[in-house]
């Protein structure tokens, strides 16, 4: 097939025309970011973060296994123990806080993958078409077939209860809804101009996905992320609570409220405040993604 040679002024002007949409890009996510309804869930998850990252050290909280038996479930306000202890002596604000962290992490991680594997895929197959598209469809069909916690369930008990193995169960079921969303997104603007003219001109796949396409597909990823961030932490605390995901004695908030509900009725904070915990985290995530998602209705 013959390639059609574009005049240079009109790949400056092509080239001109990204960079253009790249920056209204980055001033529509600054006006989002600050409207009321994004930046007050966000200022909650980001207080979370920063409670969970960075608390530990600033306050010199203990480690996290570091009690004793004769520290025993003290109770709320101990001297040393704002939270109270856990039945073997640890720190329950420690626990809360580093359990947090690891917590976050597989939510980010998880989200990460998903995000990366699936939009990759889904862009993949619609610009380039034929059996590659097919079979990336059938990839996705097969994947959603699958009830998702069954899937995570089964992956995590094969490689055993671990964080790396955790994150990568999780992610497994995230990969055909954002391969979906970016098969969708990249089919409205396969068409537009600045696809067809470098496209033409015989640029390189990658180049028109990463440069052209992939900016177009961004915004509504990122709001599927972010509510996927709080499922796959939801997901993690199932997953260790039936001791298949995080193993003690590293705590995570989904072991804390399965070791703390034997003692439910002696202690029902050591259930409490983890639940508590981990409603905030995944609530403040999922306005922030349900405000992102109308905010792009709106403009669209």
Known sequence: ????????????????????????????????????????????????????????????????????????????????????????????????????????????????????????????ACYFGGFYEKVIMRLFDTLLAFPSLILAMTIADYLGPALQNTILAISMFGISQFGRLAWSQTLRVRSRDFVVAPRADGAPGRRIIGGHILPNVIPPLLGLALFHVGTAMMMEAGLSYLGLGIAQPNPSWGNMISDGQQYLYNAPRLVIMPCIALIITVVSLNLMADAIQRKQETRA
């Open 1 to 124: 097939m013959t390639q059609l040679a574009l005049p240079d002024a009109d790949l400056a002007w092509i080239e001109g025309s990204r960079e253009h949409r790249f920056r209204s890009s980055a001033r529509a996510a600054l006006r989002v970011c600050a409207a009321p309804a994004v930046a007050i869930p966000g200022a909650v998850f980001l207080l979370v973060v920063l409670a969970c990252f960075l608390g530990p050290a600033l306050f010199h909280i203990q480690s996290p296994n570091s009690g004793t038996i004769t520290d025993s479930l003290k109770p709320v306000g101990a001297p040393g123990h704002p939270l109270g202890t856990n039945p073997i002596g640890n720190d329950e604000l420690s626990r809360l806080l580093f359990g947090g962290r690891v917590s976050i992490i597989v939510g980010i991680g998880a989200t990460a993958i998903s995000l990366t594997v699936g939009s990759l895929l889904g862009m993949s």
